[in-house]
C-alpha cells in the first residue's frame, strides 16, 4: 500500500515554488498503487490533482483532496519496422532525460523537443511543442487508465485530437484518464525539422553536413537557456499564455495601427500572433508587482519570491485586461489553474 501523507507542503512539487499544501499527498509507482489511491479518494470523496513535474499548474490555493505523483518508470524499445523505432515510456520518466536517452540510442525526432521542463504522462496533454515539432509529429500511441472504470486503454493519434497545446484529454476526457504510458514512432534516419526562425538563424553558420540531430539538440538547448529562466533559480511555469490564433481580418485591423505586430501564418484566414510582442508592446514586459513578467521574454511570468500563486494570477489578469483594451485580443493562459 502506498503511503497517504496528509497536509502535504507542494512547494517543491511546482516549478511556480508556491507554498501551498494538499489535504492528501501519494507517489505512486505502478497500476496497483494507483488504483489504491484512486479508491482512497472514492472512499472519502476527495478531488484528485495528477502531478507529473508540476510545470504547468498554478496552484493558487491549498489543494482540497489527493495529490497523486505519478512515478512510473521504464523505457524501452517495443518493436521496429524499416523506418522506424517504437520507444515506450512510462509516464514518471523525465522529459528531458528521456529525449537525451533517445539521442544516445540513436532514436531520432525528438531534437527540438529537447529540455522541455515536466515528465512523460503530461507531454500529451497539451501536445507539447518547440521550435516546429509537436508530440504528435513523433506519438504512436498511449495507455490510460479510466479513473472510474478502472480500465487501461489505448489511445491512437486520432483519439487524442491533438491540437496547439491542446487534446482531448484538456476537453472531453477533462479528469476522465491518467496516462500511464506512451509510444513514440521515431525514425531510423535523421529527419532534422530545422525550419523554425530562431533555429535557423543559429544554424546558418554551420555547413549542411554539419548539422546533426545532436547539434540541433544542443543548439535547442542553448537558445532555451538563454531565452527562459530556470524555474530551479526564478520560479516559473515557461509560456503562460497561447498565441492567439485570429482571423486574417482581425490581423488587418491591427496592422493599421500596429505595423509591426509579429505574426505566423497558419492558412489563408487565419494567423497565430505572438503573445509576447502583445505583452512587451503594452509595456508590461520586466515589470515586477510582486510577480514578475520576465524581461527576456514576456510570455513568462516569474515567481520570484515564491509568494502564493494566486499574485500570478493577479498579473495575468492585468496583463489580459491590457492587452484585451489595446488590441482586441483575447489571451488564453495555458497553466492550468487549481484548485
Ligand atoms: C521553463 C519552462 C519551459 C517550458 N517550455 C515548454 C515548451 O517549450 N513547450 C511546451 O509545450 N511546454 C513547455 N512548458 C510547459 C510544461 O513543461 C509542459 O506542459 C509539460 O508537459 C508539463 O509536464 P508536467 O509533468 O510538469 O505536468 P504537470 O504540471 O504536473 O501537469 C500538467 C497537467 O497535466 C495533468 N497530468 C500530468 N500528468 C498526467 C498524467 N500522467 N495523466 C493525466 N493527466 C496528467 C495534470 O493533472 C495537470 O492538469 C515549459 C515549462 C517551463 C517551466
Known sequence: MPLYLPHFNL??????????????????????????????????????????????????????????????LGKELVREDEQHFYVKAAAGENWSEFVDYCLDQKF???????????????APIQNIGAYGVELKDVFEELSALNIKTG?????????????YRDSVFKNQ???????TSVIFRLTKVPSLKLGYPALQKVLSVYAPEEITPELVAQIVCEVRRNKLPDPKIIP???????????????L???????????????????????AAWLIDRAGWRGVSQGAAVHSEQALVL??????????????????K???????????????????
Open 173 to 179: 476526457f477533462k479528469d476522465e484518464f491518467i496516462i
Open 11 to 72: 512547494q517543491n512539487y511546482n516549478t511556480l515554488a508556491s507554498p501551498v499544501c494538499a489535504n492528501f499527498f501519494v507517489s505512486v509507482k505502478n497500476n496497483e498503487e494507483l488504483i489504491d489511491a484512486i479508491k482512497f479518494a472514492k472512499e472519502r470523496t476527495l478531488p484528485l490533482l495528477v502531478l507529473g513535474g508540476g510545470s504547468n499548474i498554478v496552484l493558487y490555493d491549498d489543494f482540497p483532496g489527493l495529490v497523486i505523483h505519478l512515478q512510473f
Open 252 to 274: 488587418h485591423e491591427i496592422q493599421s495601427v500596429f505595423s509591426d505586430v509579429v505574426y505566423f501564418p497558419i492558412d489563408s484566414h487565419h494567423v497565430k500572433l505572438a
Open 151 to 163: 480500465l487501461t486503454i489505448t489511445f491512437t493519434p486520432e483519439a487524442c485530437q491533438f491540437g
Open 236 to 250: 516559473n511555469v515557461g509560456s503562460f499564455f497561447k498565441n492567439p490564433v485570429i482571423p486574417t481580418t482581425q
Open 108 to 122: 531520432w525526432g525528438l531534437e527540438n523537443l529537447s529540455l522541455i521542463p515536466g515528465n512523460v504522462g503530461a
Open 302 to 319: 516569474t515567481n520570484p519570491s515564491r509568494l502564493n500563486a494566486g499574485k500570478v494570477l493577479e498579473l495575468a489578469s492585468a496583463i
Open 321 to 339: 485586461n491590457s492587452v484585451l483594451e489595446m488590441f482586441g485580443v483575447e489571451l488564453e493562459q495555458e497553466p492550468r489553474n487549481y484548485p
